[in-house]
């Protein structure tokens, strides 16, 4: 009677660099306060089929904040957005009114592109 391994256990013989999910591979993302952020409002519309957004870059922050402000821009803006690769993006062009709205909440942003 040969008992098998079971499939859901994963057995390592050799492993250099530790497990997968270990926290010192993980990339560190520096937590910046916003008045030291330098940020780029623009709007765009290359690679969205014509589509105006609002793109907001330069962020130096950690995921769960730039949810939170998604939400908040999302709400005073009246209209839908997401968050990729550490930007935010707008439906529509925006640029005065979250440019306004990051400078009362203590970031420093200006107006990128035409």
Do not use: W
């Not at 709007?43 to 939400?71: D, H, M, P």
């Not at 009246?78 to 640029?95: L, M, R």
């Not at 909440?105 to 035409?114: D, E, F, Q, R, V």
């Amino acid at each position: 009677m040969s008992s098998k391994p079971n499939p859901s256990e994963k057995r390592f013989v050799y492993q250099e660099f530790g497990n997968d999910n270990s926290p010192a591979l993980e990339r560190a993302t520096p937590e910046l306060p916003p008045e030291k952020q330098n940020l780029r409002v623009q709007a765009t519309r290359a690679g969205r089929k014509g589509k105006t957004v609002t793109v907001i870059t330069g962020f130096q922050t950690k995921s769960e904040t730039l949810q939170a402000l998604l939400k908040q821009l999302k709400t005073q803006c009246g209209t839908g957005g997401t968050v990729k690769e550490n930007e935010i993006e707008i439906q529509g062009e925006h640029k005065q009114k979250i440019l306004d709205i990051l400078i009362k909440l203590g970031y420093k942003a200006k107006i990128s592109g035409g």
